[in-house]
């Protein structure tokens, strides 16, 4: 079974920083997918980013951007020029390409941006 | 824009009661999740569904059944509500092999 771990249960960050949120997970299969979750105080979870494990090229979102190492089965997510508004829990997700449509979810990160 | 809704956004329930969760989606997904979300343990699925009439349990489904009988809508049942059902649950809903939707969650309380 796939799991995904997030070692870091709360992160940090002054308004206008940088900061990576970690992720790594477990799995035997070669295709799959993986995701970012952020779900701000009392509103809905949305997603950030995904990428796809067959693909190099590490996926950006505005001012979101992965690194994904296969090898490393690590999935960390950066986020440039915090805003405020970043303030949120964060999960790292993983779906496989073929089989159940379930997302395997981490126990999440909470984000505190910092004026 | 998506819509996924859910039927209360907080529910304060007595133990032994039956409990009727219902969330309805309007982009004509064939695919609807029920997960439960507590402190430290991230997301867990309970069940979903790929279909009308179709369900398939996920990782928690003890305590709980579920019900589709309309494409838009799944409802989770709790048929006899502990207080260890005590949470917030999210609803979700997605195209087969695509991005998933979050509703709002209902925070339930079991006393």
């Known amino acids: 079974a796939q799991t995904v771990t997030q070692s870091q249960p709360e992160m940090s960050v002054q308004e206008a920083e940088t900061v990576t949120l970690s992720c790594t997970y477990d799995?035997?299969?070669?295709?799959?997918?993986l995701f970012w979750y952020k779900q701000p105080p009392s509103r809905q979870m949305i997603l950030v980013i995904r990428?796809?494990?067959?693909?190099?090229q590490n996926a950006t979102e505005n001012r979101f951007s992965v690194n994904f190492q296969k090898a490393a089965k690590s999935f960390s997510l950066k986020i440039s020029d915090s805003q405020l508004g970043d303030a949120a829990m964060y999960f790292c997700a993983y779906r496989s390409e073929g089989g159940s449509e379930k997302l395997v979810f981490g126990k999440g990160t909470k984000l505190t941006v910092n004026p | 824009d998506v819509k996924v809704t859910q039927s209360s956004r907080y529910l304060v329930k007595r133990t032994g009661e039956k409990v009727f969760l219902e969330c309805v989606q309007d982009m004509d997904h064939e695919n609807m999740f029920w997960y439960r979300q507590d402190p430290g343990l991230g997301l867990r699925l309970i069940y979903f569904s790929y279909d009308v009439k179709m369900k398939e349990k996920g990782d928690i489904p003890e305590g709980y059944s579920v019900s589709r009988e309309k494409k838009e809508r799944f409802s989770l049942i709790l048929e006899s509500a502990s207080t260890n059902q005590t949470s917030m649950y999210l609803c979700a809903s997605s195209f087969f092999r695509d991005e998933q939707y979050f509703g709002p969650g209902t925070r339930l309380t079991v006393t």
């Open positions: 799995t035997s299969e070669s295709d799959y997918y």
């Open positions: 990428q796809e494990a067959y693909k190099q």
